[in-house]
C-alpha cells in the first residue's frame, strides 16, 4: 500500500515541479539520483549488482526502453495533460503488457481477460475525448504522449521478463541503470546546468525528493518486496488504486478536476484492467509472469 500512495501522489509531484523544472531537468536529475540511491539500497540489502557478460547489452537496452525513452514520454506529456488523466492512462500498462504476451505467444488468449481489455480501452477513450472537451483538462498530445509511454513500458515489461527469471528483481533494475544515460544526457544536460538550484522553493524540493526518493526508489523497492510475499497478482491489484489517489489529490492540491464523462471512464478502465488481470491470474496452476 505503501507503493500505491507513494505512486498515486507522484503525479501531483511532477505537476507540482514543474513550476519551477523543465521536464528534460526533471528527467536527468530524477535519473541520477534514482542510480546513486540503487546502488546504496542494493548495498545496504547485500544485493550484488552484477548480471554475466553476455546479458550486459540486453540489460542496458532495457533500461534504456524503461528509464530513458519512457521517461521521455512520460514528462513531456504530463507536461501537457492533468495529474488525474496521466494515472489513468498509465494504469493501462498490464492491459498493454498482456496484448505483447499474446502476440509474442507468451500466454494464450483468454475470452474473460479479452473482454477486460476491450473494456478498458473503452474507458481509455472516455478519459481522452472527455478531457479534450473540458476546458483546463489535458490536450489531445498530453494524453497521447502519456499512452505512448504506457506502451514504451509495457513493452520493457517484455524486455526484462526473460532476465527476470535469471537474476533478482532490484539488483537487475539497477543493472539496468547505464543503458538511459544515452538518451537522458543530452536530453535534459542543458536545461539541468540552467536551473537556479540555490533558488528553488522548499516545496519544489520536497516534491522533487518524494519523485526521486519516494516514488523512484522506496516504492519500486516495496512493491517487489510485495511481489516477493504475496504474488505478483496480488501486487498488481493494489496499483488499480493509483489512479483514485492521483485523481483525489490533485483535486485537493491542483484543484484539477475530472468531468463526469471521465469519472466514468476511470471506474471502466479499472474495472477492465482488475477483469483481465483476475482472467490472467486465476488459475494458479499456470504459471504466467505479471
Excluded at 539520483?33 to 546502488?39: D, E, F, G, K, V
Excluded at 524503461?66 to 492533468?82: A, V
Amino acid at each position: 500500500m505503501v507503493t500505491v500512495l507513494f505512486w498515486g501522489y507522484n503525479f501531483v509531484s511532477v505537476k507540482l515541479v514543474y513550476q519551477q523544472l523543465t521536464p528534460s531537468a526533471l528527467a536527468l536529475v530524477r535519473y541520477l539520483a534514482m542510480w546513486a540511491l540503487l546502488h546504496l539500497v542494493c548495498a545496504v540489502l547485500k544485493r550484488p549488482v552484477r548480471v554475466d557478460r553476455a546479458d550486459r547489452l540486453k540489460v542496458w537496452v532495457a533500461g534504456l526502453v524503461s528509464m530513458g525513452i519512457y521517461m521521455i514520454f512520460f514528462l513531456e506529456g504530463m507536461r501537457r495533460t492533468t495529474a488525474a488523466e496521466g494515472a489513468i492512462l498509465l494504469s493501462t500498462t498490464p492491459l498493454l503488457t498482456y496484448i505483447f504476451s499474446l502476440i509474442m505467444k507468451i500466454e494464450e488468449s483468454k475470452p474473460l481477460a479479452m473482454l477486460g481489455t476491450v473494456v478498458a480501452f473503452g474507458g481509455v477513450s472516455a478519459v481522452i475525448l472527455g478531457g479534450v472537451k473540458a476546458s483546463g483538462n489535458g490536450s489531445l498530445l498530453g494524453n497521447v504522449l502519456v499512452f505512448t509511454g504506457a506502451v514504451v513500458w509495457a513493452l520493457s515489461t517484455m524486455q526484462m521478463r526473460p532476465l527476470l527469471a535469471k537474476y533478482e528483481a532490484l539488483p537487475l533494475f539497477t543493472a539496468s541503470m547505464p543503458g538511459p544515460l544515452i538518451v537522458l544526457l543530452p536530453y535534459g544536460l542543458k536545461d539541468s546546468l540552467a536551473v537556479p538550484w540555490g533558488q528553488l522553493s522548499a516545496q519544489t524540493w520536497v516534491n522533487l525528493s518524494q519523485i526521486t526518493i519516494g516514488s523512484g526508489t522506496i516504492a519500486f523497492v516495496c512493491f517487489y518486496l510485495g511481489v516477493k510475499q504475496v504474488g505478483p497478482a496480488m501486487a498488481t491489484r493494489y496499483q488499480f488504486f493509483v489512479p483514485i489517489i492521483a485523481a483525489f489529490v490533485a483535486w485537493v492540491v491542483l484543484r484539477q478536476s475530472l468531468n463526469i464523462v471521465q469519472w466514468v471512464g476511470i471506474a471502466v478502465v479499472i474495472s477492465g484492467v482488475f477483469l483481465t488481470s483476475y482472467a490472467r491470474f486465476a488459475a494458479p496452476k499456470e504459471k504466467v509472469a505479471a
